[in-house]
């Protein structure tokens, strides 16, 4: 990783890319200095303090602190991941909408891409409304007329635009996935926090030195547990026919196709991690009567509770599944083989092929959700059984830090190589 990234550095085209990612890094963490106004700063740390152990510590510590901080970049870019989530869905739903981006190319990406936006700026409003009637409810606000609720949301709102066309340019100008990147970044700046805090609870006594050694030995497991998962593939084996051309002879030779085991990379956790903590997070924000039903259900949904993991698990499996059967059609693999004259041992051209590609694509993917869940969950399990609260969200941040850091480094290998044939034929 750290040669692939000193050889991109030489290449002057590389180069710049890396750099604007950066400089987007930093201004997307210039943002959570900038606080949005009529908020008790003070008031608002002893809230989520409180809230350390619950989904809103959870959002805290994926959104790299804007929540507990109130910064106009509080939202972050789950809007957005939340918008798509629902575009991709209504695209199995409407008929009409998935002809819309088959049909229509580029052209009906571009319109997916323009609904999608609106569909965040819609849920950043009603998200940043949310927040505020937290902050309204907990006493944080040294104003609560009219005018400071429009401001407070529309500046939540403006922010989380913002950061989602941040998000596009790093996409579009940068290298890797803006969305995955953001999110890389909001975790990293956390982390300093969170290691002097284990090393004041150390030394203060708060925390078990055995319990800070367990929490750094299963980061480290983790760690490499995700990237020989990620790198591990099933090949398929394919044939091609000889045919003869003329006076020559082509094909005839071996190949195959590499499934990889965790094909949907870290988008899975991302969007479940999203859904799971969106009701319990809203409920919080409206502050229910206790003893009342969703007071209950807030109590009950909490990080590291049972219903919490079984909904977190399935969430997983189903976006796995989902974000699967999008990057891999086995019917088109299928006849694609066929236009080509390859075929696969043992089985004929055309419904058997894509039939055995499904299967095998079923199983790895039902493999690589397990994978997935069992890292998102196992910190979780282990805070509860051994009260190693650092644990909590420990697994799903390992797993988003090395999945995007993996899919980074090799779209950067992937413009190098292309760089490399691009001058090679010129």
Sequence with gaps: MIQTLKNAWKIPELRK????????????????????????????????????????????????GGFSQASIFALSIYPYINASIIMQLLQVAIPALERMVKEGGEEGRKKLASITRYVTIGLSVIMGYTYYVLLKSSGALTRTDAWSMIVIVLTFAAGSAFVM????????????????????????SSLPQTAISMISGIIGGSMNIIAAIVIVIVAIALIALTVFVTNAERRIPVQYAKRVIGRKIYGGQ?????????????????????????????????????????YNFQQSF????????????????????FYSTIQFNPIEVSNNLRKNGGFIPGFRPGRPTSD??????????LMGAIFLGFI??????????????????GGTSVLILVGVAIETVKAIEAQMLMRHYKGFLE
Aim: aromatic letters at 12%; glycine letters at 10%; proline letters at 4%.
């Design 302 to 321: 909490t990080q590291g509770s049972i219903p919490y993991m079984i909904v977190y698990a399935l969430l997983i499996v189903g976006f796995a599944y």
């Design 165 to 188: 066309w941040l998000g596009e340019q790093m996409t579009e100008k940068g290298i890797g996935n803006g969305t995955s990147l953001i999110i890389f970044t909001g975790i990293v």
């Design 356 to 365: 055995f590609i499904t299967r095998v694509l079923n199983k790895i993917t």
């Design 17 to 64: 890319k890396i750099l604007f990612v950066l400089g987007c890094m930093v201004v997307f963490r210039f943002g959570y200095s900038i606080f949005v106004p009529f908020v008790d700063l003070d008031m608002l740390k002893t809230v989520f303090d409180a809230y350390s152990g619950t989904v809103l510590g959870f959002m805290n510590v994926l959104v790299g």
């Design 254 to 294: 071996s190949t195959n196709i590499p499934m990889k085991v965790n094909m949907s990379g870290v988008m899975p956790v991302i969007f479940a991690s999203s859904i799971v903590t969106l009701p319990a997070t809203i409920i919080a924000f409206l502050q229910p009567a206790e003893g009342s039903f969703w």
């Design 376 to 393: 998102a969950l196992l910190p979780q399990v282990l805070s509860n059984i051994n009260g190693l609260g650092g644990l909590a969200v």
